[in-house]
């Protein structure tokens, strides 16, 4: 926890945001652009200064009287180590406070492996991923976490995600921290790819969008009006399990007809598989649900039709859950990220779009973007890493700040 | 719109919140919760005394020093008015600065009614309102007009909603307001209503909730952290829309196998009409939505198998929905209301509690609970009323103020 007050934190967070996002200016522009007296800004600003998190940069423009001093942003000040956890492959992220990634470390996924022994491993990544970059650990902030949901986000834990079920109720927050000594913050992944996306820069000028992240499952990050949409619990943005089919069957999250029993990469595989069994495609399967559905769509992208139709079928579900979401919640932009995506992305966006264009509710008052992302496998990663570092910037809050 | 500048009425409406909802405070305490100077603070409340928002009513307590003043809302100051326009219903409330009812009138509908002389009937229902209340008609602050989906916020417009197809486009917020010379808002009739749930006491301690409307369609309401959640165009909650058969039938609104082909009140009438034809259930209907379905309802309550048989589908349906917007934005609560809910509402809210309680994704991390809205058909009205206030509060906030 930081040492600051709350109060003291969180405005001194809004100007940190400012300057970063603005850069260079002046003290007398950020309280005209926040709001605040200029005694408060100076305040702010000589902390901002003394732990190194801006710099004075060069004169900024005379109004008439004396030149003033601008601050910038200091990036290599602060870094941030996102960690994005998943069955098939395990993702870390070192990125600075200007959101570039200077380090990258991926490697193979929990899969069935135990908790405990699967967090001491990850410290250890987490070490030799620091110094193989050779960086400043005390400007390490810490790390941020991103699983699959359902999660209890102040317990650090995951609660009973169908994938990682043997996970339930392990404390991966604090057992990550006390290894490596760093603070954790822990999240969903779908919402920390949302984040992701925003600082790749896939979110352009949209500040009301949904990235739908496809790995093994089907999740949404929701970003409101520049703000991560959390819920109560984080628990929010399960597009893979709202009901498509009221009178379809029972999905192992309870719920009934769920959208991934008809468009997940797991109903993808299983179809192949039994159009395997009829003889109407030929294809090997490895059991890991990312390689095989990536070899569904190599057959797909190279001409097969009943590969094309599996696909065709999954999109076509997707979209119909795209389309209630959208006439729910009334987002610009959807943005297409995970491994789910990698091959056969544009037939995902192509079908989307076409869905929204037909049959969205507003479609009269406004057209919905459909976007794929431009890194769509480091999004989750990179999101939790910018989600520590946005900690220390301000909270919940991606861009700048208008006091309002 | 208001004289004073966005920044400054915002501060300003910051403060007259905070002591709406916490006063009688004083300005010291002020500056303590808002973190604004005492300078900034005091400035604000003159103008607030000026504009006789608040009155400066007794001494709070001592804290060694000199007594402090204490300020208090002056609920009187500013009234407005709410007009909720219905197919079958259109109803008016008068509410003052504390959210209490003044003044209330139902009257029938627009039915098929051109939109240019049922507007000018409005103007004439809210001048005959405004002469038998006898309240000053310079403390109105305007018109809060609440209309079904989809609409055109900034156009004061409905964009072809089903029900009121022949109204699209009309400038119906632009000629009342001419007719009136108030100035009229405009919203969508669900998220009028959850902002009615607020001020009705129905949401208690719950910040983030989705207030369910069932009149002849069926919308939600979304309220985040205590604030409105209105999407780009205020076209969020077509909840009626949501996909639930995605291979289902064509809805009128262009999208496939919506929720309210299965659960809104024009399929239960539906049903209702094919059970009179094979004899198994026996009514007449009048071919007004709200009437025929509660003549259903009616029936059902008093027993009869059939009718009960309509609504037990009808909260299936709704249920299904209700459970992947659950999963989708992670609200702790769901509150019932609208007409429809009227005389059946207990059935509905013990169905979606249960299929929560069986099949929301994050049920192991916490209970979603049901609620039937305190006062259903008059929701929309104030919550409309309120809107207009709240602007003269704080924009788009609910809740009493951080300034975070």
């Not at 967070?13 to 652009?33: A, F, H, N, Q």
């Not at 600003?45 to 900024?60: F, H, I, K, N, Q």
Request: glycine share 12%; hydrophobic share 45%.
């Amino acid at each position: 926890m930081p040492v600051h007050s709350r109060r003291r934190g969180s405005s001194r967070g809004k100007i940190l945001d400012l300057i970063r996002s603005t850069g260079p200016v002046s003290r007398v522009e950020l309280s005209e652009m926040t709001g605040l007296t200029q005694a408060t800004v100076s305040t702010s600003v000589r902390d901002l200064l003394r732990d190194g998190l801006v710099s004075e940069t060069g004169r900024g423009e005379s109004t008439g009287g004396k030149p003033r001093t601008t601050l910038e942003i200091n990036p290599a000040s602060r870094l941030g180590i996102g960690l994005h956890i998943g069955r098939d492959y395990t993702t870390y992220i070192v990125a600075d406070l200007a959101g570039t990634v200077i380090g990258r470390l991926r490697v193979p996924g929990v899969g069935d492996a135990e908790p405990e022994p699967a967090v001491a491993r990850m410290a250890s990544d987490v070490d030799q991923l620091l110094t193989g970059l050779d960086v400043d650990r005390s400007a390490v902030v810490g790390i941020g976490v991103a699983t699959p949901g359902p999660i209890n986000r102040d317990a650090g834990a995951i609660m009973g995600a169908p994938a990682l079920a043997h996970w339930t109720g392990f404390p991966i927050a604090a057992t990550l921290s006390r290894a490596t000594g760093f603070d954790c913050t822990f999240d969903n992944d779908a919402t920390a790819a949302a984040i992701g996306e925003f600082w790749l820069g896939a979110t352009g000028d949209y500040n009301t969008y949904a990235s739908v992240y496809m790995g093994a499952g089907i999740g949404v990050g929701i970003v409101i009006d520049g703000t991560i949409y959390h819920g109560k619990q984080a628990n929010v943005g399960e597009l893979g399990h709202i009901t498509v089919d009221a009178m379809g069957p029972t999905c192992s999250c309870g719920n009934v007809g769920c959208v991934e029993l008809f468009a997940g990469p797991r109903s993808v595989i299983d179809a192949a598989r039994a159009a395997v069994e009829r003889g109407e495609l030929e294809m090997e399967f490895t059991g890991t649900i990312t390689t095989d559905l990536a070899r569904i769509a190599d057959l797909a992208v190279h001409g097969d039709a009943t590969a094309s139709a599996l696909f065709t079928r999954s999109a076509e579900y997707l979209a119909a859950a795209v389309v209630s979401m959208v006439n729910l919640i009334d987002v610009q932009l959807v943005v297409l990220a995970g491994s789910a995506f990698q091959t056969v992305g544009s037939l995902y966006a192509r079908t989307i779009a076409e869905r929204l264009d037909e049959r969205a509710f507003a479609r009269a008052v406004q057209r919905v973007d459909v976007r794929m992302s431009v890194n769509g496998t480091d999004a989750a990663a990179l999101g939790a890493a910018t989600l520590v570092l946005q900690d220390t910037l301000s909270p919940r809050s991606l861009a700048s700040i208008t006091l309002a």
